[in-house]
């Protein structure tokens, strides 16, 4: 058996503020993580810190980039055991995002769509808790018994099947013996 890692967080930027008003959801964007000290963090979302216009397949780092511009994202880390095949099928996909990187782009018009429970496939294009939840089917995991295209970040939340390991600030949040954005 192994174990990963779902992180959901509300970085308080513009574009998670504006989700936050519309669904009234404590969080607004999910990460999946293959270790306790979420370095091997993945989603999608903004490419570059400052410009929340491009956006696509990040690998996120919890003490620089968009997490450390918005020092107060709130969060809850969620770990999920999983069998080794299911832990290899997982790697295997983000070994495939990680290669084509380039390809993908964030699926503006999927989270519009999915705020009128209108599911929208679009190639190459993916929001944060589409990704997670079709990176983790594709993988013989499912924790949420709905479309990719219409999965909210506070889905994983209501899984029975992750335990929530940590809620609070990001920065204060200290993985296996490691301290994180100590300010």
Excluded: W
């Amino acid at each position: 058996m192994k174990t990963i890692y779902i992180l959901l967080s509300h970085s308080g930027s513009l574009f998670s503020k504006a989700i936050n008003i519309y669904t009234g959801d404590l969080y607004t964007h999910v990460s999946i993580a293959l270790d306790r000290d979420l370095k091997e963090l993945y989603s999608f979302g903004r490419i570059k810190p400052y410009n929340p216009i491009i956006g696509g397949f990040v690998k996120e780092d919890i003490e620089n980039g968009t997490f450390r511009r918005f020092p107060n994202t709130r969060c809850a880390l969620y770990s999920l055991k999983i069998t080794d095949e299911q832990y290899n099928r997982l790697k295997a996909e983000l070994e495939r995002f990680k290669k084509e990187r380039d390809k993908y782009g964030y699926n503006f018009l999927g989270v519009v769509s999915a705020a009128f429970n209108y599911p929208i496939k679009r190639e190459y294009k993916y929001f944060c808790s589409q990704f997670v939840s079709e990176l983790l089917l594709k993988s013989g995991i499912k924790i949420i018994d709905k479309n990719p295209s219409l999965t909210a970040p506070m889905d994983f939340a209501k899984s029975d099947q992750l335990e929530c390991i940590y809620e609070g600030y990001l920065r204060y949040y200290h993985g296996e013996g490691l301290s994180i954005l100590s300010n």
